[in-house]
């Protein structure tokens, strides 16, 4: 099983970024996926969430209007589109695949860093 971020990077205030999550290992299909971030000296927090179908997507509060969650199951990946970046989206980007049955189990990605700064 293996969850692979990238597209991590530097940018500055106001740019974009768009963070991918390549699976393999598992049936991609029957997971909801989501994205975590963990910014320094702060816990990791819930970003965003995809159904395993792709029909329903939820945000948090301060990513609202900003990121779009989606998500390609032929493509086995899944995307974070990322605007109106600000500073204090600074954190390590983690991919998560939560199964759709429980008890749930989740996979981990290892990570990928987003930097706003100018």
């Known amino acids: 099983v293996q969850l692979v971020e990238s597209g991590g990077g530097l940018v500055q205030p106001g740019g974009s970024l768009r963070l991918s999550c390549a699976a393999s290992g598992f049936t991609f299909s029957m997971y909801n996926m989501r994205w975590f971030r963990q910014g320094p000296g702060r816990e990791r927090e819930l970003v965003a969430t995809i159904s395993s179908a792709g029909g329903r997507t939820s945000y948090a509060d301060s990513v609202k209007g900003r990121f779009t969650i989606s998500r390609d199951t032929a493509g086995k990946t899944a995307y974070l589109q990322m605007n109106s970046l600000k500073p204090e989206d600074t954190a390590v980007y983690y991919c998560?695949?939560?199964?759709?049955?429980?008890?749930?189990?989740?996979?981990w990605g290892q990570g990928t860093q987003v930097t706003v700064s100018s």
């Open positions: 998560n695949a939560r199964s759709t049955w429980y008890p749930n189990h989740d996979y």
